[in-house]
């Protein structure tokens, strides 16, 4: 049967150097801080032959969507091709690139090219569609993140609290899994409403109370892999934050289980005064530190009790 193949081509202009522009799209687990319908990537697998990497993007505001691709990176040239295992029907092949040229010192032109193969008289409409509307998406987030890199150094806070857990690794997977039992566990979750229509794709409405007696309700997705890890992504957000993604990572040791608990947030400039008339990034770091540590490790000493208790039973 004889192929037809469309190209769909898109370019922006960067108000940043090629590094920093280059850097942010070759991190792809990164990306879902910065991305609005990114959830999650990760690196499953590197060789002489590129990078495997498996992504998750939301569909809308209550699913999600997932594929793998093969990356290979070309830092001095300036380029990252990608081509898709997996490519959606009607198409039989996807690839495309990345190409980076500096226009002048502090400004580059990035080119975002996908080629999409096919069977002759396939209706490939709404899969270009997709195409399109994502690769205007993902070069806009682009231009913005790179445009504000430097702000964005100070507005960004990522931070990891660890905890033994002297129980098995399922245990203590299952504790934060179980996310529906947590109004019954967590003394502040009031409130969950959770669907899993696919397994291990979550999405729930949580209300929380803060330390003032405040509630507090966030909408997040979470991509759960048993039993080593468990990342979400807020959809709606406190009005403070313009982002926070997070994870729970359980790793397996001689002794038992390390268990992590992870925050990225992008604070919200404009929104400080909420924090107080006068509130500095510097304060707000401080604040959202201690607030979602103490929330998370709160949730990590549960889940190492439920665990530890299990096994000396």
């Not at 993902?138 to 150094?153: F, K, M, N, P």
């Amino acid at each position: 049967m004889s192929s037809v193949q469309q190209q769909v081509d898109h370019d922006v202009v960067v108000d940043a150097d090629v590094e920093t522009v280059f850097d942010l799209v070759a991190d792809v687990e990164r990306w879902p801080q910065f991305h609005p319908s990114a959830v999650h990537a990760e690196v499953l697998h590197t060789n002489e032959k590129g990078e495997l990497v498996q992504h998750w993007s939301l569909a809308g505001d209550s699913a999600v969507r997932t594929w793998r691709t093969v990356r290979r990176t070309d830092r001095p040239g300036r380029r990252i091709a990608f081509t898709y295992l997996d490519a959606d029907a009607p198409a039989t092949g996807i690839h495309g690139e990345w190409v980076f040229t500096e226009a002048v010192p502090d400004r580059t032109r990035v080119e975002l090219r996908h080629g999409v193969e096919a069977p002759a008289g396939a209706d490939l409409g709404p899969l270009l569609d997709r195409i399109d509307q994502d690769s205007k998406e993902h070069l806009e987030t682009l231009r913005v993140t790179a445009g504000r890199h430097a702000e964005l150094d100070e507005l960004v806070l990522s931070f990891t609290d660890p905890l033994f857990v002297a129980g098995a690794i399922e245990d203590a997977y299952d504790y934060l899994y179980r996310a529906d039992l947590w109004p019954e566990r967590i003394p502040h979750v009031v409130g969950l409403a959770m669907t899993e229509d696919e397994p291990n794709i979550q999405f729930f409405d949580m209300d929380t109370k803060g330390p003032e007696g405040s509630v507090h309700t966030v909408r997040s997705v979470r991509i759960c892999l048993p039993s080593r890890l468990i990342v979400y992504k807020q959809i709606s957000l406190p009005a403070v934050l313009d982002a926070h993604t997070g994870h729970w990572r359980f790793t397996e040791t001689p002794e038992g289980v390390i268990a992590e608990a992870r925050h990225t947030s992008t604070i919200k400039p404009s929104a400080l005064s909420l924090l107080g008339g006068a509130t500095t990034v510097g304060e707000a770091r401080r604040y959202l530190r201690r607030l979602l540590s103490a929330n998370s490790m709160s949730n990590l000493r549960l889940a190492k009790a439920f665990a530890e208790e299990r096994a000396d039973s």
